[in-house]
């Protein structure tokens, strides 16, 4: 089965640092893949490269397929006229990334008209039953609405029916819960995994939010310092997270859950290194309880430490005992 | 909507009184006398004397204050001391003129102003000769400015009227000195909302929809760009019809900042007083005219209003 997304050695530079280094990622259709990490880790970097989204300046390097297609050879033309109907995006923050003097129904119906050649009445009664799909109550008269006249949830739909319109193999989709209360976030959850079993389209979901990862994911990729450090299925990575920072991420969560109340959470020590300035060995390290000699010395490859499940780290939590014993 | 604008209008009613009450005091409190200004220079104490009984000089503020205000409440105006003709028409005379000139000088502004903000935005190597241009229009005063095109278009290449009026050739060059000297404000303007708006998440999503640059250009970003420069406008309409006093002046064009300047030699109180309501109506009236026009344009301004 060809991926919806296989992006290989991916590299986002801008300037001297790097925010991406190296990273590959699969999403196979109809999976949800979570890119998780701290603010900074690289993972919208990561996510705006996959979608071409990111500023000119920006130096991105790797290959990207999309549904089988290598979409790094498209030349920009090329690429701006199929764009859509390979990659849906899904912004954070709807408000911002909806045109604020624009009706939603016509910002939903412009694709119709740019990529199906639709005139303005069929774009219109196209744009309404994309708004229906995202089961917006009387998607008509919501159509002649602004942005600003819409709820957060609303908006967030609105945002789902543009990137869903051409039912693209790939939806990436950037923290789009984050900005929404909890009711909505449940809502707008619930909404995208009936659609993703629908129509069969790989989601990449940014997300710093466990809950979501637990709800939502099938797949996990854990991000720190522009690499990925930890990947594999969403079960696996949630009961024998192999690398330290992953188990610290989940410690946080799990802390929220059940800690008694005056019991202090658990978080992370320390901070991730500022662009430009991570240490030679393991970018991890200096934060690390785990780290040695060898983690400050020689950065850590994605290795397997499971059935599916991969971890760049030299002391995997599943393989503590032993390489304990050998130390 | 209707119930914001009679809202707006009121205030604006209280604006035009408030200012014409203001303007009314400050001719009093200047020192010179209508009466020496209209009477001959060798006219004697007699002449004056009559002059003042004529035009009610000699009663007291109050009894003039209610007067006049009384006059412009039934929409009368008074009459000129020195031309002896009804103030309105004096106006209306004018008001054509200063009129179009207002809008000859806007539409300039908007084009020049427009033209250079969008290029500084678009095309990264004129940004630097852009702000230069804007740098040095911005420093340039208008009589300068209109001097130096009387000068080269009317002088020297003959292809400007240089003897004054308000005909279709005169209105070119007063029409560009507003231009000129306005254009840096739309420059700017532009060149910022256009710089915010391309660097916009709805800008973003424009280009993840796979819309061709232009169209995003023109249906997302433009329409942006447009509210905050047509509250611009209204207010340089408004300023304009006011009397553009000295580009009037410069090019001997009959407006009615020429007429403005003129009463206020002759202390001609009635005609001082016209002008500046006219004035305050006018910047009142445009600036609500923006207004609307901004809530058709931009529907999140409908909120703000009501």
Same mark, same amino acid.
């Given at each position: 089965?060809?991926?919806?997304?296989?992006?290989?050695?991916?590299?986002?530079?801008?300037?001297?640092?790097?925010?991406?280094?190296?990273?590959?990622?699969?999403?196979?259709?109809?999976?949800? %893949?979570?890119?998780?990490?701290?603010?900074?880790?690289?993972?919208?970097?990561?996510?705006?490269?996959?979608?071409?989204?990111?500023?000119?300046?920006?130096?991105?390097?790797?290959?990207?397929?999309?549904?089988?297609?290598?979409?790094?050879?498209?030349?920009?033309?090329?690429?701006?006229?199929?764009?859509?109907?390979?990659?849906?995006?899904?912004?954070?923050?709807? !408000?911002?990334?909806?045109?604020?003097?624009?009706?939603?129904?016509?910002?939903?119906?412009?694709?119709?008209?740019?990529?199906?050649?639709?005139?303005?009445?069929?774009?219109?009664?196209?744009?309404?039953?994309?708004?229906?799909? !995202?089961?917006?109550?009387?998607?008509?008269?919501?159509?002649?609405?602004?942005?600003?006249?819409?709820?957060?949830? !609303?908006?967030?739909?609105?945002?789902?029916?543009?990137?869903?319109?051409?039912?693209?193999?790939?939806?990436?989709?950037?923290?789009?819960?984050?900005?929404?209360?909890?009711?909505?976030?449940?809502?707008?959850?619930?909404?995208?995994?009936?659609?993703?079993?629908?129509?069969?389209?790989?989601?990449?979901?940014?997300?710093?939010?466990?809950? %979501?990862?637990?709800?939502?994911?099938?797949?996990?990729?854990?991000?720190?310092?522009?690499?990925?450090?930890?990947?594999?299925?969403?079960?696996?990575?949630?009961?024998?997270?192999?690398?330290?920072?992953?188990?610290?991420?989940?410690?946080?969560?799990?802390?929220?859950?059940?800690?008694?109340?005056?019991?202090?959470?658990?978080?992370?020590?320390?901070?991730?290194?500022?662009?430009?300035?991570?240490?030679?060995?393991?970018?991890?390290?200096?934060?690390?309880?785990?780290?040695?000699?060898?983690?400050?010395?020689?950065?850590?490859?994605?290795?397997? %430490?499971?059935?599916?499940?991969?971890?760049?780290?030299?002391?995997?939590?599943?393989?503590?005992?032993?390489?304990?014993?050998?130390? | 909507?209707?119930?914001?604008?009679?809202?707006?209008?009121?205030?604006?009613?209280?604006?035009?009184?408030?200012?014409?009450?203001?303007?009314?005091?400050?001719?009093?409190?200047?020192? &010179?006398?209508?009466?020496?200004?209209?009477?001959?220079?060798?006219?004697?104490?007699?002449?004056?004397?009559?002059?003042?009984?004529?035009?009610?000089?000699? @009663?007291?503020?109050?009894?003039?204050?209610?007067?006049?205000?009384?006059?412009?409440?039934?929409?009368?105006?008074?009459?000129?001391?020195? $031309?002896?003709?009804?103030?309105?028409?004096?106006?209306? @005379?004018?008001?054509?003129?200063?009129?179009?000139?207002?809008?000859?000088?806007?539409?300039?502004?908007?084009?020049?102003?427009?033209?250079?903000?969008?290029?500084?935005?678009?095309?990264?190597?004129?940004?630097?000769?852009?702000?230069?241009?804007?740098?040095?229009?911005?420093?340039?005063?208008?009589?300068?400015?209109?001097?130096?095109?009387?000068?080269?278009?009317?002088? @020297?290449?003959?292809?400007?009227?240089?003897? &004054?009026?308000?005909?279709?050739?005169? #209105?070119?060059?007063?029409?560009?000195?507003?231009?000129?000297?306005?254009?840096?404000?739309?420059? $700017?303007?532009?060149?910022? @909302?256009?710089?915010?708006?391309?660097?916009?998440?709805?800008?973003?999503?424009?280009?993840?929809?796979?819309?061709?640059?232009?169209? #995003?250009?023109?249906?997302?970003?433009?329409?942006?760009?447009?509210?905050?420069? #047509?509250?611009?406008?209204?207010?340089?309409?408004?300023?304009?019809?006011?009397?553009?006093?000295?580009?009037?002046?410069?090019?001997?064009?009959?407006?009615?900042?020429?007429?403005?300047?003129?009463?206020? $030699?002759?202390?001609?109180?009635?005609?001082?007083?016209?002008?500046?309501?006219?004035?305050?109506?006018?910047?009142?009236?445009?600036?609500?005219?923006?207004?609307?026009?901004?809530?058709?344009?931009?529907?999140?301004?409908?909120?703000?209003?009501?």
């Amino acid at each position: 089965m060809t991926a919806a997304l296989d992006a290989r050695e991916l590299r986002v530079g801008y300037g001297a640092a790097p925010a991406v280094r190296d990273a590959s990622l699969r999403v196979e259709p109809g999976q949800v %893949v979570a890119l998780i990490g701290e603010t900074g880790s690289g993972k919208s970097s990561l996510a705006l490269a996959t979608a071409r989204l990111l500023p000119a300046a920006a130096e991105v390097s790797g290959r990207i397929s999309i549904s089988g297609q290598d979409v790094t050879a498209l030349v920009a033309a090329e690429f701006r006229r199929r764009r859509a109907a390979l990659i849906g995006y899904i912004a954070q923050d709807a !408000m911002a990334a909806l045109n604020p003097v624009m009706p939603v129904g016509r910002q939903v119906g412009e694709l119709f008209r740019a990529h199906r050649g639709l005139g303005r009445s069929a774009a219109a009664r196209q744009a309404t039953e994309a708004l229906a799909r !995202m089961r917006i109550p009387r998607p008509g008269d919501v159509a002649r609405l602004f942005p600003h006249q819409l709820s957060g949830g !609303m908006r967030q739909r609105v945002m789902i029916a543009m990137a869903m319109a051409l039912s693209p193999p790939l939806l990436i989709a950037d923290e789009p819960t984050t900005a929404l209360d909890v009711s909505t976030q449940a809502e707008i959850l619930s909404l995208v995994s009936e659609l993703r079993t629908g129509s069969g389209s790989g989601i990449l979901w940014i997300t710093h939010d466990m809950g %979501v990862v637990a709800e939502l994911a099938d797949y996990v990729a854990v991000m720190y310092a522009g690499r990925i450090v930890e990947q594999g299925p969403v079960t696996a990575i949630f009961d024998q997270p192999a690398h330290p920072y992953t188990e610290g991420l989940l410690r946080t969560r799990a802390d929220l859950r059940t800690g008694a109340a005056g019991t202090p959470l658990f978080q992370v020590a320390g901070s991730p290194p500022a662009p430009g300035a991570e240490p030679a060995g393991c970018a991890f390290a200096p934060r690390c309880p785990r780290a040695s000699t060898v983690c400050t010395a020689t950065a850590p490859d994605l290795a397997l %430490v499971g059935d599916a499940q991969q971890a760049a780290c030299h002391h995997p939590a599943a393989a503590a005992g032993t390489a304990g014993a050998a130390s | 909507m209707a119930r914001t604008l009679i809202r707006r209008v009121g205030y604006g009613l209280i604006a035009v009184l408030g200012v014409a009450v203001l303007a009314f005091v400050l001719e009093f409190v200047v020192p &010179g006398d209508p009466a020496r200004a209209i009477a001959p220079r060798a006219g004697s104490a007699e002449v004056l004397r009559n002059i003042r009984l004529q035009l009610h000089l000699n @009663q007291p503020l109050a009894v003039q204050f209610a007067d006049y205000f009384w006059g412009l409440l039934h929409g009368n105006l008074g009459t000129s001391y020195v $031309q002896r003709q009804p103030v309105a028409t004096l106006i209306g @005379q004018r008001l054509a003129a200063t009129g179009w000139l207002a809008l000859a000088g806007v539409a300039a502004e908007v084009v020049i102003g427009g033209a250079l903000g969008v290029a500084a935005t678009m095309f990264r190597r004129v940004r630097v000769a852009v702000g230069a241009v804007n740098l040095v229009l911005l420093s340039l005063p208008q009589f300068v400015v209109g001097l130096a095109l009387l000068l080269v278009f009317g002088f @020297q290449l003959h292809a400007a009227p240089v003897t &004054g009026g308000a005909g279709a050739a005169q #209105i070119v060059l007063p029409a560009l000195t507003l231009g000129l000297v306005g254009a840096p404000w739309y420059a $700017q303007i532009v060149a910022d @909302q256009m710089q915010d708006s391309l660097a916009s998440p709805y800008v973003r999503t424009a280009v993840a929809k796979g819309l061709s640059n232009r169209y #995003i250009l023109r249906r997302h970003v433009l329409r942006n760009v447009l509210s905050p420069a #047509i509250t611009m406008v209204g207010m340089d309409l408004g300023a304009y019809l006011s009397g553009v006093v000295t580009v009037e002046v410069v090019f001997g064009w009959p407006g009615i900042g020429l007429l403005a300047v003129n009463s206020l $030699q002759n202390l001609d109180r009635p005609v001082i007083m016209g002008t500046v309501i006219v004035g305050a109506v006018a910047v009142v009236a445009f600036n609500l005219l923006a207004d609307v026009v901004r809530m058709q344009v931009d529907p999140r301004t409908r909120q703000e209003l009501t």
